[in-house]
């Protein structure tokens, strides 16, 4: 019933870009000051995760693509002809090409993000790759419901959220967006998905404070953001990047730490920072395969099969639709 409220394939696009102005002063209006972590992919901000991603200490990327590259085979085995393969939170597509090259009776992909660009972008390089292929891309944030074209709706449909975004979120919001995705779906879905898994904590540390400081500057990006688009008066070089590991919690979060006593303008709101105050910017949970299996189970989805990489640093899992 979520679904009903938006023409197919559109989530509301003032909702998009235009709130970070309202979720920023929200968030640093509050006793423990935070800035949601989807505000960090601005055109700027991607680039630099780009960046990210192939730094030697950030292992996931390398590790999920080699498993999807490794597993090509067997994933493209389950995939029924005619089904569609929808994308959450596609960005570039560079991992779903490893997937694309072995399904040759896909009858669409739906990459959905909420960067047209990044769409454009994707879609022309996939189409001229794969031209028996249909592209049909939705400009949408895939936390909202979002209404798949109908014309796919007797088709087998296969969900595809790598990249561990799914520890982004919090365990209860990351039921509740499982959840979504799966009605998204409907039912005889399927859903291929990454989670980083617990392991060695300076491993992880590194992982989120790199030693080229790409992902400090990514962190610290949100507030050149504010400044750049909110003419917010953030000093650069008063804040600093901080990524700590919560044991109790299984998760990595990152903070923007105030390095002095200090008063911000954002938007005609002015806010004070104690020194050593912090920003949360990020959590990034980490799982064990049979936490994941718990989480995914109470969102109605039953785990098909799951790979891991032979260090047992990351997983990639099929789900199927549990009705
Ligand atoms: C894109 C959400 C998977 O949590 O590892 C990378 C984002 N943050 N370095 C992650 C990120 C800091 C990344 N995800």
Do not use: C
């Not at 989530?11 to 102005?21: E, K, M, N, Q």
């Not at 990327?61 to 994308?87: C, F, K, S, W």
């Not at 004070?272 to 990034?284: C, K, N, P, R, V």
Request: no cysteine; glycine share 6%.
């Amino acid at each position: 019933m979520e679904q009903s409220a938006r023409p197919h394939g559109r989530a509301d696009p003032a909702a998009i870009g235009s709130d970070f102005s309202e979720a920023l002063i929200a968030g640093l209006s509050a006793p423990q000051k935070s800035i949601p972590s989807r505000f960090l992919y601005d055109a700027a901000g991607s680039a630099l995760f780009e960046k990210i991603t192939t730094l030697p200490e950030y292992y996931p990327t390398r590790t999920e693509t080699d498993i999807l590259r490794y597993q090509a085979e067997e994933i493209a085995a389950i995939v029924p002809a005619g089904a569609v393969l929808v994308e959450f939170g596609s960005g570039s597509s560079t991992k779903t090409e490893l997937l694309l090259e072995r399904m040759d009776k896909l009858h669409a992909y739906v990459p959905i993000d909420i960067s047209s660009a990044a769409l454009r972008d994707a879609k022309a390089r996939i189409a001229e790759r794969f031209p028996e292929l249909l592209v049909m891309p939705i400009e949408a944030d895939f936390a909202q419901p979002i209404v798949m074209p109908p014309e796919f709706s007797a088709r087998p449909l296969f969900g595809f959220f790598p990249g561990s975004t799914i520890g982004n979120s919090r365990p209860i919001d990351a039921v509740a967006l499982l959840a979504s995705m799966r009605r998204t779906l409907g039912p005889d879905a399927h859903l291929i998905i990454g989670a980083d898994l617990k392991k060695n904590v300076r491993r992880l540390l590194a992982a989120y404070d790199d030693a080229d400081g790409v992902t400090a500057a990514f962190n610290l990006n949100l507030l050149a953001r504010a400044n750049r688009e909110l003419g917010a008066n953030f000093k650069l070089d008063q804040f600093k990047h901080s990524a700590t590991y919560d044991m109790r919690n299984g998760r990595i979060d990152m903070h923007l730490v105030s390095l002095r006593e200090q008063w911000v303008d954002v938007g005609g709101h002015r806010f004070h920072f104690d020194a050593g105050e912090q920003i949360h910017t990020e959590h990034s949970h980490k799982y064990e395969i049979e936490g994941f299996h718990t989480l995914v189970s109470e969102a109605g989805w039953r785990p098909q099969v799951v790979w891991t990489d032979a260090e047992r640093l990351f997983s990639v899992h099929v789900l199927i639709a549990d009705v």
